[in-house]
């Protein structure tokens, strides 16, 4: 499983983009990119997935260049809600699932 | 809301206690996962299930115990815990061999081992 490298730790105001780029050097040719958040003492929650250039849904968009070593994930306009861990994920969807959590970017949204 | 339930939601006990956690979901998924998330730290893949087959058991102590008996249950029995197993424990589930990779998480069980 490719291995990830994000911020440990992003600052923004109410109202900005954010947007939280990951590394993945080594991701493979079968593997998926999915976002996860994950607020305090809850699970994480599925964000958003993309395999390659760009993908959106109501919540975030997704970028990812043509070699793939790397994602951008894009919160459109925050809110404080939006303080949360976000995890960037690496794998072969179809290999049973398996994900591995990395240590994840912790946005902070200030009024 | 996804669709996963754990109970119970937060669970005290003692080293030479015996109790047990579970997790239900009624989505039709058929792989399941515990996880444990310790304070500060991220997941750790602790067991999956794919159709009620354990395939995955990532070097766990056998003081933890999963149970699968059916698609939709998931059981993860606890017996002579230490201090450092306490932690949120978290089920997930999603369909496996599905087009996507999206594992739903339920609210996760707060255990603390005293």
């Known amino acids: 499983l490719a291995k990830t490298t994000q911020p440990i730790s992003m600052d923004s105001y109410e109202g900005q983009e954010v947007n939280i780029t990951c590394s993945h050097n080594?991701?493979?040719?079968?593997?998926?990119i999915t976002w996860y958040q994950q607020f305090p003492s809850q699970g994480p929650r599925f964000i958003i997935q993309?395999?390659?250039t760009k993908v959106t849904n109501e919540v975030a968009s997704l970028f990812i260049p043509a070699d793939r070593k790397s994602s951008t994930l894009s919160l459109p306009r925050v809110s404080l809600s939006d303080t949360a861990v976000y995890y960037c994920l690496v794998g072969d969807i179809g290999q049973g699932g398996k994900l591995i959590f990395g240590q994840g970017t912790e946005l902070s949204v200030k009024p | 809301e996804t669709g996963v339930t754990q109970t119970p939601r937060h669970l005290v006990m003692g080293m030479t206690n015996k109790k047990s956690l579970k997790c239900e979901q009624h989505l039709g998924h058929n792989a399941m996962y515990w996880y444990k998330q310790s304070a500060k730290k991220p997941l750790e893949l602790m067991f999956v299930y794919n159709f009620k087959e354990q395939t995955e058991n990532n070097s766990v102590p056998s003081r933890f115990s999963p149970e699968c008996p059916n698609s939709s249950h998931l059981f993860l029995h606890l017996h002579t815990l230490q201090p450092e197993d306490s932690a949120l424990y978290l089920c997930a589930s999603r369909i496996s061999g599905g087009a996507t990779d999206t594992q739903y998480f339920g609210p996760g069980t707060r255990l603390t081992v005293l």
């Open positions: 080594n991701i493979a040719t079968n593997d998926y």
């Open positions: 993309g395999y390659k």
